[in-house]
T-cell receptor
Framework: GAVVSQHPSRVICKSGTSVKIECRSL??????MFWYRQFPKQSLMLMAT?????????EQGVEKDKFLINHASLTLSTLTVTSAHPEDSSFYIC????????????FGPGTRLTVL | DAKTTQPNSMESNEEEPVHLPCNHS???????IHWYRQLPSQGPEYVIH???SNVNNRMASLAIAEDRKSSTLILHRATLRDAAVYYC????????????FGGGTRLMVKP
């Protein structure tokens, strides 16, 4: 099966700093990757859709200047949380879509961000 | 977007079958029915998907009602490792099968 990795798996940072999270598709090329956020006891919320070589599409209510997404290659997308605040503490999950007859989507293991 | 309705939680005994229901009364003809599950502190994992016919794979079976307004995920023999939140999601083929997660069903498996 297809594998998606995320790095780091867990990060703790001080308020005001920026944090970069990487999402890689290890054994397939992904023209499209997705970034989700999940707060405790809640479901996944889509933040943005990342397309290789073009600007990301953000969901309503997600600040594009705060959550910078770069999808520079077919196997890597990065999410940078700029000027992080405690309310940004969450579980961030990426997924990568492999082009097929029905566009399979594979998820990374998630990154737990804690902002102090 | 077509929505799904699932019970918030279900309990099962280990080594017994589990039937997880999902209602999707507004499903359209081109919507796929996907099931994903999420174990604690992990990303979601694909379980199974179908369009009209029942489907079987090594993880589970998917039974789709004849009118497609509901479906049931069947775990034939629940193990403790099957304890997770199970999400039933409809995806629109024309929209690249975007996944919109609802509340899901939290399955608890008792030894």
């Amino acid at each position: 099966g297809a594998v998606v990795s995320q790095h780091p798996s867990r990060v703790i940072c001080k308020s005001g700093t920026s944090v970069k999270i990487e999402c890689r598709s290890l054994d397939f090329q992904a023209t499209t990757m997705f970034w989700y956020r999940q707060f405790p006891k809640q479901s996944l919320m889509l933040m943005a859709t990342s397309n290789e070589g073009s600007k990301a599409t953000y969901e309503q209510g997600v600040e594009k200047d705060k959550f910078l997404i770069n999808h520079a290659s077919l196997t890597l997308s990065t999410l940078t949380v700029t000027s992080a605040h405690p309310e940004d503490s969450s579980f961030y999950i990426c997924s990568a879509r492999r082009t097929s007859s029905y566009n399979e989507q594979f998820f990374g293991p998630g990154t737990r961000l804690t902002v102090l | 977007d077509a929505k799904t309705t699932q019970p918030n939680s279900m309990e099962s005994n280990e080594e017994e079958p589990v039937h997880l229901p999902c209602n999707h009364s507004t499903i359209s003809g081109t919507d796929y029915i996907h099931w994903y599950r999420q174990l604690p502190s992990q990303g979601p994992e694909y379980v199974i998907h179908g369009l009209t016919s029942n489907v079987n794979n090594r993880m589970a079976s998917l039974a789709i009602a004849e009118d497609r307004k509901s479906s049931t995920l069947i775990l034939h023999r629940a193990t403790l490792r099957d304890a997770a939140v199970y999400y039933c999601i409809l995806t629109v083929r024309n929209a690249g099968n975007m996944l919109t997660f609802g509340g899901g069903t939290r399955l608890m498996v008792k030894p």
